[in-house]
């Protein structure tokens, strides 16, 4: 039972070992994968029903999480064979064509040690996962690595234990590939889904690869030592993306119901400020009329403004302020402005309340929201400074009805470059071509046709860009999955 690729390696499921994987692996070499891959038990590694990325292609049988391809197949998914001449294709006779629209990413093919194999029950954002799934259905996958315009490592990055699937990955692709060595590891891209982003990952494991662009959740270009945040992101070569949220999250929010959908109806904002959730570290009620309003415990959480948003405003009158709201999706989608602010590390609340069109207060000194600075979140809510929390009330008060309605209208635009629509389903309606996987690789174009340009300058310097982000048409292409290139070796 095993698969081999073109360049000469053939892997084994996780329990088989040997040139061709007849031989049964013994307890130590088995215990030592599982644990590797984080499976609590050697049963639970070897019996678990995990399923497999693309289901296969439907070239090969699932096998726990990897795909025992059929001959002639091979690859993570076996959408890879060799066409005459002995190169790679992707999908050969479907008809699968590499879109026209840029950038195409070509896909590193690595052992299952460093893939297939892990224990994904186990893992609580899987948004690497997804993603490599839709670039072979968006059509953005090459089978050709010299004609890619990026390079996508598709390994685990969630924990700091994962450091070594990308020590691991960088030293195979470097000595198996040429495209690392010609770039210097540029144009090559890892998602890390971490509460503190690539600062979880190891600085060793970083060394190795300081020219990769990391996707990551968190934006923080500055260190926070009242919180224990060292800089994380570098605006000139990272990207912030959002939060993977999966239709069951959709449910337990409300989102469904959202009032950014035309057909939905829509609720009169009567709370002019909101928020529901938790405002010390340590998890205690905070207290009223008093400073400090929590505990010791965790002082530096939310890197203090929930802390000091309710110390300030939690009485005013149209202010919203609590540890919990039983109808949270409702509240959302009748109020005006709701606070987004960071937790441990990174939030999703400004993803959730721009779902429901309730602009977002993003107050978080030099951390970065996602797909910021190519995109400016003042268009569509409010960025006060820390400092300002204080007038909170003052600055909201300011916002004119004129300039609330503005901003209203471009947040229906926005949300959708925030939901994976194209992988989850639309929310509001949309046909998922300005998602959030959409949009991510709409920036990485940018990025790599502009490489010295600064990040807060593509949409002067690129209309299709700006076009894009505005949710319109780009002059410069065909709608997305509407026009391919001609040669279908992709």
Known sequence: MTTCTYEHRC?????????DCVDIADTD?????CRRNYYPSVKECTTSELSCLNNCNKRGTCVSG??????????????????????????????????????????????????????????????????????????ARIADGDKA?????????????????????????????PWWNRTGGSRHFVIHTGDLGADETQLGARLQAPNITWLTHWGLTMDKVFSGWKKAHRPDKD??????????HF???????????????????????????????DRKPPKTGSWPNCGPRSPGYSAGVRQLVHHHHWDPPGFKVVLHEPNY?????????????????????????????????CIADDVYEPFEPQYNWTQFGVRPAESDIPELHTILESVSAKEYAAKQRALRCAAQHFVYSSIVGGLFGEDGRYDAFETTLEVLRVKAEHPDAAPETYRQIDEDFDAFMDCRDPPSFSRINCSTVGESTG
Not at 98 to 112: C, G, I, M, N
Not at 154 to 170: C, G, K, W
Request: hydrophobic share 35%.
């Open 11 to 19: 892997d084994c499921p996780k329990n088989r070992t040997g040139d």
């Open 29 to 33: 070499t088995l215990t030592s994968r």
């Open 66 to 139: 990897w795909c025992h391809c059929k001959p002639g197949f091979f690859g993570a998914d076996c959408s890879l064979s060799l066409d005459a001449e002995g190169k790679p294709e992707l999908l050969a006779g479907t008809g699968y064509a590499t879109r026209a629209k840029r950038p195409w990413v070509y896909v590193y093919e690595l052992p299952p040690d460093l893939t297939t194999w892990t224990n994904t029950k186990r893992l609580d954002r899987s948004t690497h996962i997804h993603f490599y799934q839709r670039l072979l259905g968006s059509g």
């Open 149 to 177: 315009d990026w390079y996508y490592i598709p390994i685990r990055q969630r924990m700091t234990a994962d450091s070594r699937f990308l020590s691991e990955a960088v030293a195979y692709i470097s000595a198996t590939y």
């Open 239 to 248: 990207v912030v993306i959002p939060v993977f949220l999966t239709p069951g």
């Open 251 to 281: 449910k337990h929010f409300g989102l469904e119901r959202t009032p950014l959908h035309p057909l939905m109806d829509k609720q009169e904002r009567t709370t002019t400020f909101f928020f529901a959730g938790r405002i010390c570290g």
């Open 329 to 361: 999706g409702a509240a959302l989608g009748s109020s005006k402005f709701c606070l987004a602010p960071l937790g441990g590390g990174h939030g999703q609340r400004q993803i959730i309340v721009s779902f429901m069109g309730c602009l977002p207060v």
